[in-house]
C-alpha cells in the first residue's frame, strides 16, 4: 500500500472560494488549497467592500460621518452612531442627558439583537436549516419595525447625533417593543427547538473552529467569538459606558470556543439584550434628549426659526461643522462583532483630522486560515458564518 | 395477443403520465408551497392566468416556458458528449424504476387477467438496485465533464455517498426479502394483505435504514452534500442550465416518487387498506356486477396506492426543510458505522426468527 500511495501521482487542487460564492457573501475571497476534501492552505483575500471610510470621514464636517457609519456594520447600524457620537463627545467632553443615554442603550441593544439573529439565521440556512433561517428573519423584520418607529429607517439609521439624538421616543413604543419582544420570544423558542438539539446541527458546528483563551486574546478576539472561548471580556461590563453599569444583565461564556459555543453565546446575548430593552424603558426618565450646547448641537427648531442667536449658531455648525478641540481620543463600544473602537484626531477644525475604526471582524477574519488548517472544505460554513466577517466594517 | 398488447400500453401510457405529467410538474409546486407553510410564507402564488392563481398551480406550466426557453449552456473546455449525456443517465433511470413497481393487485376482468404493473420481474426488486447504481454515472460524468473545480467535488462527493449507500441499502432490504421469500414486488405486495403483515410490522429497523439510505442515495437534504450550495455552490450541476438543468431537477423528483412506490410496496402494504382484503373489497362492490366490481376495486387499489405514495412525498419534503446537511465525512461515518452494522444485526436477528421460531 505505501508503495502505491508513492507511485501515485496526486496534486493539491487549488481553489477561489469567492468573492462570488455563496459563503463568502460576495466581500472576501478564500484561496483555499485542497488535499481532496482537506484543507491545506488557505489565504484571505479582503478589501472587496473597501470604500476609502477613513478617507471620505476626512472631507466631510463632524457630523456628516453618521451615514457613513451606518454603513460599517451593515446589521447593527445604530450602534456605530452611538460608538461614533460617544467618541466625538469624549473628545469635546460633553455628558449627554440621561434620556438620551437611556435611548441610546436601546438603540443599541435592538440593533444587537437584529444582528445576532441575522448571524445565528444564516449559520443555520448555511447549513441547510432554511426553516430556522426564516423564522429568525420574521423576528428581525419585527425588530427593524421598531427601528422603523424610531428613526425611520430600517437598516441606514443614522439616529444618533453629537450630543443629541435625531427625536424621542415615538409615542406607543414600549407597547410595540413588548408585543414584538413576546413573538420573537416564541421565535426564538422555535429556533432553539429546530437547532441547539439538533444532532446533525451540533454535529456540525461542535468542535469545529475551536481556539484556546489565550491564542484567541493573542489574535484580538472580542466580542461573541471571545466570550465563546470563555473569557467574559465585554465592554458593556469592562468599560461600562452610557447607563451600562445600572442595567442588570448577564454576560454569557462558552468553554471551548468551537462554533456551537458561539451559537450559543448569540443565542442567549439575544434573551439578555432583550432583557436590557425592558429595563432600559421601564426605567426611562423624562427630560430633554440634547444638550445644551448650542455650539455642538442644534437648538430646537422653534427657537431656530424664532432667535437669532439659535440660528446664527445653526447657521456655524452646519457650514463650518462643530468644532471639538484639538487633541485625539480612543472610545470603544460593544459592537455585535466585538470591540468597536473610534480612533479620533482633531485639529480644532470642523473637519476629522482622522477617523480611525477598529473593526471587531478583522482579527477575526484573520484567524481564518489558523482556524481551517487540516479541516474540511465543509466546515469553512460553519466557521465563516460564525465569526460573522461583515464586508463593511471590515474593509471599510 | 391484442389484449396483453392494449393492456401493456394502457400502464405504461399510465405510469408516464402520472409521473411525468402529474408528478414531475407538481412536486416542484408541491416543494415551494410545503416549505413556504412550513415557513409562515406565502409561496408561490404570481402566475395567473386572467388574474386567476389557483393557489400558484400555473407555475409549473410557468417554469416549463421558462426552462425551453433558456440558454443551453455548455462551459469552454467541457466535454460536450458526456456534458450532455449526463442529465440523461440521471433522469432514465428515475422513470424506468416505475415500471417494476405494482400500483395494484391481480383483477379478472372480461375473461382476462390484469396484473397492474409494466414488468413483473422476478427480481424486481433487484432490478431497482441496478437501476439506481446507473444514475450514479450520470452525477460522476457530470461533475467530471464540466470542467469546473466545484462541479468535480460534488460528482466525487456523489459518487461515493452514492456507492456507499447503495451497499448499506441492498442490506437492509435482505430483511424483508427473508421474511417474504421473493424478490417479486408484486408478490411481496400481494402478502401484505393481512394489516399485521405489512413490512414495517414485521421489519420496522429495516423500514427506517432503508428510508434513511434511500432519502441519501436520492441526494436531498440532509444528504445533500453532492450539491451543498453553501460550499459548492451548486456542486456537480453548477454548470448546468435551461433543460438539461431540469432533468437532474425531474430526476430528483421522480427519485422521491420512485422511492416512496417502493417503500409503500416494501414496507406499506402496496394496494392494501388496513383490514379489507381484496375478496372483501371486491364482494363490496358486487351491485357493479364482476367486471363492474373488478374495476371499483382496482380504482380503490391505485387509489389506495397514490394516497401512500403521496404521503411518503410529503414525509420526504418534510424532511428536507426541517433538518440542516451533514458534513462530507459524517454521511460516510453514519453508513459504513451505523446503518451498515445495524442492517447486519438485522439480517441475523431475522435469520434466526425465521430458522428458530418460523420454520
Known sequence: ?396 | MVADLIESVAKILFIFSVNLGFFAPILGWVERKQSAVMQDRIGANRANIGGFTVLGLFHPIADAIKVLTKEDFIPAGANKFFHTLAPFICLVPAIVTFSVIPFGGRYQLFGHHVNLVIADLDVGILFVFALTSLATYGVVLSGWSSRSNWSLLGGLRASAQMLSYEVAMGLTIIGIIMVFGSLKLTDIGAMQENFLHWGIFLQPLGFILFFTCAVAENKRAPFDIPEAESELVAGYFTEYSGLKFVMFWMGEFLEIVAISGILTTLFFGAWHIPFVTDQRLLSLFQFAGPNGAAVLAMLVGIATFFAKVIFFIWLQMTIRWTLPRFRYDQVMRLCWKMILPLSLINITITGLVLLLWIK
Open chain 1, 1 to 396: 500500500m505505501p508503495d502505491i500511495e508513492k507511485d501515485l501521482h496526486t496534486e493539491y487542487m487549488v481553489i477561489n472560494m469567492g468573492p462570488s460564492h455563496p459563503v463568502t457573501h460576495g466581500t472576501v475571497k478564500f484561496l483555499v488549497t485542497l488535499d481532496g476534501e482537506t484543507i491545506e492552505d488557505l489565504q484571505v483575500d479582503i478589501g472587496y467592500l473597501h470604500r476609502g471610510f477613513e478617507k471620505m470621514c476626512e472631507s466631510g464636517t463632524w457630523q456628516q460621518v453618521f451615514p457613513y457609519t451606518d454603513r460599517l456594520n451593515y446589521v447593527s447600524p445604530l450602534i456605530n452612531n452611538v460608538g461614533y457620537a460617544l467618541a466625538v463627545e469624549k473628545l469635546i467632553g460633553i455628558d449627554v442627558p440621561e434620556r438620551c443615554k437611556y435611548i441610546r442603550v436601546i438603540a443599541s441593544e435592538l440593533s444587537r439583537i437584529a444582528d445576532h439573529m441575522t448571524n445565528v439565521a444564516a449559520g443555520g440556512l448555511e447549513l441547510g436549516a432554511f426553516t430556522a433561517f426564516l423564522y429568525f428573519v420574521e423576528a428581525r423584520e419585527l425588530i427593524w419595525d421598531l427601528i422603523e418607529m424610531l428613526c425611520g429607517a430600517r437598516v441606514t439609521a443614522n439616529y444618533v447625533r453629537i450630543g443629541g439624538l435625531k427625536n424621542d421616543l415615538p409615542d406607543g413604543f414600549k407597547e410595540k417593543t413588548g408585543e414584538a419582544f413576546k413573538r420573537c420570544r416564541t421565535l426564538w423558542k422555535d429556533v432553539n427547538k429546530l437547532l441547539t438539539k439538533n444532532r446533525i446541527f451540533i454535529d456540525r458546528v461542535r468542535d469545529v473552529g475551536n481556539m484556546p483563551a489565550d491564542e484567541a486574546i493573542a489574535y484580538g478576539f472580542t466580542g461573541p467569538c471571545l466570550r465563546a472561548c470563555g473569557v467574559p471580556y465585554d465592554v458593556r461590563k469592562a468599560n461600562p459606558y452610557l447607563v451600562y453599569d445600572r442595567m442588570d444583565f448577564e454576560v454569557p461564556i462558552g468553554e471551548t470556543g468551537d462554533n456551537f459555543d458561539k451559537y450559543l453565546v448569540r443565542m442567549e446575548e439575544i434573551n439578555q439584550s432583550m432583557h436590557i430593552v425592558e429595563q432600559a424603558l421601564n426605567e426611562l426618565p423624562a427630560g430633554p434628549i440634547n444638550v445644551d450646547m448650542p455650539y455642538y448641537r442644534w437648538q430646537s427648531k422653534d427657537d431656530i426659526y424664532t432667535r437669532i442667536d439659535s440660528l446664527i449658531f445653526h447657521f456655524k455648525t452646519v457650514i463650518e461643522g462643530i468644532k471639538p478641540p484639538a487633541g485625539e481620543v480612543y472610545l470603544a463600544v460593544e459592537g455585535a462583532n466585538g470591540e468597536l473602537g473610534f480612533y479620533l484626531v482633531s485639529d480644532g477644525t470642523g473637519k476629522p483630522y482622522k477617523c480611525r475604526v477598529r473593526p471587531p471582524c478583522f482579527p477575526l477574519t484573520a484567524a481564518m486560515p489558523r482556524l481551517m488548517k487540516g479541516r474540511l472544505i465543509a466546515d469553512i460554513v460553519p466557521t465563516f458564518d460564525m465569526i460573522n466577517m461583515i464586508g463593511g466594517e471590515c474593509d471599510r
